[in-house]
């Protein structure tokens, strides 16, 4: 087929593995609880995962696809922080001028029909310790319209109760059920196909709002857009319902109105289990696969955030650049479950209209419980910038606005029956502008243009670490104690670092753990990195023990390339601090990772590569707090040269 890898799983997967974002479990797993479990301990990470073996079945199971979105964005080859201009565009695309879906005679799907059917022979996963059984989480669900025969797109769980029976986890009133009510009026069973194993073209088609994607149209369509090419489809052999022609497996199942069955608990994405409800049922009658399919599988979670959640964000978008201008980006914080908290960045040009921002959010995604608005000099994707405006520009007499009894959404224990409260945050400054809220701003330089020293910290029992010792215990902020931000934790994983390279180790053997609260993105970045570092402290430790390595259960691919550092410095936005932070230590991390494989070589007893010059003078006495922070504090020191600075100041903050 013409067009690009999208529509193909197997492609995809051998892209991540060439771009270094696959990792392999070569360990055999158990699909009930554990294959998730060694999933959920990657969540977020730069990798999808690939479980090779998985026990008592015969084929592997792909987890992760969507966890990361720059893992999302490096399949597009688009930026990240354009992703949900880019789905916003593809759709619109497709409003205006939608290419159908192409029904062809045959495709890889039908490589092999199974002579019976029997779900037991599909690695299908059993992901929360207290969900029901193993579910299909991934597939979509094509469906006609019993009337129109128009198809529609979706995704529900489909959880396997014996070797040919579904119960479907349908609620809240999406397509599929409308189609099953209006097969019940007509009295007829309504067809489904369930099409596992395909890319995120189809994805997105599937979770594209109804206020995007209306019944009436052909959503499938949407697939092409991403595709660059129609989405090919073959004709189903049981019924008029046609399968994805490249997907892994395809699933013919007869629905018969009003047939209902208990089923659940399954774990939600806001972090709980549903509840045991009367299901409708779905009849397998057929099961079509590929020769060697791969199993796709999405853990509840950040998988979860990143695609209803991108989705919900472009059709936000969407409306509000065609009814508020100046509306620039918008950001569905993972904190709120991924998709009941809005984040609008405006250039405000007329006063209201940040409130006018404020009811186009909650009618183009009606899940959201809050939107919040701000300026365009706050990073919405930083929830410090964001509480930054909150406190700062949010007038609670005027800026808040509350709506009771609402629709919404039914997984929000706040919206019983989907109806409940909505809360709209107007944090721009008062227009128009006032000068005493306008924000502190730096010259944006390239740091590759400077010549900068780096201080190295002084070696364990030297003079200069001995003087700066005991200020620690004074200062009361030693690093398993300095926790509760961000910004503390960028702090502890740069002391970290330092001791890392220095051979020195943390304090109480381990790795510094701040206590932190769960939660958002940046926290799984930080969390990330974190059990990198004690994975290399544990070689170190160990001498490297090649072997033991070798028999190490998961063997992640090489790291994706390190963003050059003149883009990271030019396109650094003012108030992304702990991002940018995390980014650096990133890097930080795989510059040494490369330096530590070349050293493990056949000359591995050659001393590791030169690293940046030591500091020609000796560091400033300063605060044992600051201390570990020279090369931030050295950085300023030596560009002191801030617009409307008066220089030399030592002022804190990132570079
Ligand atoms: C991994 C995943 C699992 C989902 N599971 C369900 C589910 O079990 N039941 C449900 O009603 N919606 C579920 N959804 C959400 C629907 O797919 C989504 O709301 C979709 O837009 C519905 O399509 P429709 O607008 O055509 O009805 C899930 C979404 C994802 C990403």
């Known amino acids: 087929m013409a067009g690009n890898h999208l529509h193909d799983l197997a492609a995809l997967i051998e892209t991540l593995e060439a771009k270094g974002r696959l990792a392999r479990v070569r360990s055999e797993v158990d699909p009930r609880h554990e294959l998730a479990g060694v999933a959920a301990k990657q969540e977020g990470g730069p990798r999808a995962v690939l479980f090779e073996k998985v026990k008592g079945k015969r084929w592997p199971v792909l987890a992760g696809l969507y966890w990361n979105r720059s893992l999302i964005a490096d399949l597009l080859g688009k930026e990240e922080r354009g992703l949900p201009q880019f789905v916003a565009n593809c759709i619109a695309r497709w409003q205006r001028d939608p290419v159908d879906p192409a029904v062809i005679k045959t495709g890889p799907v039908l490589e092999v029909t199974e002579p019976d059917v029997d779900l037991g022979k599909i ?48 609620g809240a009133k999406p397509h599929l059920e409308v189609s099953l009510e209006k097969a019940k009026r007509m009295g007829r069973s309504l067809w489904i196909t369930l099409n596992c194993g395909v890319g995120p073209g189809l994805h997105f088609a599937a979770w594209a709002p109804a206020e995007a994607a209306p019944t009436g149209r052909d959503e499938l369509g949407i697939a092409s857009e991403f595709h660059g090419a129609a989405l090919e489809l073959v004709p189903g052999t049981e019924s008029d319902v046609e399968m994805v022609a490249h997907a892994m497996w395809a699933l013919e199942c007869e629905l018969i109105p009003g047939e209902l069955a208990p089923a659940g608990p399954l774990a939600e994405v806001p972090g709980f289990y549903g509840k045991v409800e009367p299901r409708p049922v779905a009849h397998v009658r057929r099961i079509h696969r590929r020769h060697a399919p791969v199993f796709q599988t999405i853990l509840s979670g950040a998988e979860v955030w990143n695609s209803v959640g991108l989705l919900g964000e472009a059709n936000v978008l969407a409306l509000l650049q065609r009814q508020v201008p100046g509306a620039r980006d918008v950001h569905f914080s993972h904190g709120s479950a991924g998709f009941f908290h809005a984040i609008v960045q405006i250039a405000q040009q007329r006063a209201g209209w940040s409130k006018r921002a404020i009811l186009a959010a909650f009618a183009a995604f009606p899940p959201l419980k809050m939107v919040t608005v701000v300026d365009d000099d706050i990073d919405i994707r930083n929830a410090q910038d964001v509480e930054w405006a909150m406190a700062t520009r949010l007038d609670p007499a005027s800026g808040i606005v509350t709506i009771d009894n609402a629709f919404g959404h039914g997984l929000n224990p706040s919206f019983p029956n989907a109806v409940g409260p909505k809360l709209g945050f107007d944090a721009t400054r008062p227009f128009p502008k006032r000068a005493e809220y306008g924000r502190v701003a730096f010259r944006a330089v390239a740091l590759e243009a400077y010549e900068i020293a780096q201080a190295e910290p002084k070696p364990a029992g030297s003079a200069a670490a001995d003087r700066a010792a005991p200020q620690l215990t004074e200062t009361g902020t030693a690093p398993a104690a300095a926790a509760s931000s961000d910004y503390d934790t960028d702090r502890v994983w740069q002391r970290e670092l330092a001791d890392w390279k220095e051979g020195r180790g943390a304090p109480d053997g381990g790795v510094f753990a701040p206590a932190r609260p769960a939660a958002a993105g940046d926290w799984d970045e930080n969390r990330w990195w974190k059990r990198e570092l004690a994975e290399m402290k544990r070689e170190r430790e160990n001498g490297v023990a090649p072997a033991a390595k070798k028999a190490a259960p998961v063997k992640a691919a090489p790291p994706p390339p390190p963003a050059p550092r003149p883009a990271e410095s030019a396109t650094r936005h003012s108030g992304s601090k702990d991002w940018d932070e995390n980014r650096w230590w990133k890097r930080e991390l795989e510059e040494m990772k490369r330096e530590r494989e070349g050293r493990k070589g056949p000359a591995g007893a050659s001393p590791p590569p030169a690293r940046a010059p030591a500091l020609t003078r000796p560091p400033p006495a300063r605060s044992a707090d600051t201390a570990p922070e020279a090369r931030r504090i050295d950085v300023r020191a030596d560009r002191a040269s801030a617009d409307e600075d008066d220089g030399g100041f030592f002022h804190g903050g990132a570079i």
């Open 123 to 170: 690695p299908v996963p059993v992901h929360a310790l207290e969900d029901d059984g193993p579910s299909f989480d991934a597939a979509v669900v094509i469906a006609k319209d019993p009337e129109s025969g128009i198809r529609n797109a979706s995704i529900q769980r489909f959880q396997a109760v014996n070797r040919n029976t579904l119960h479907v986890n349908v």
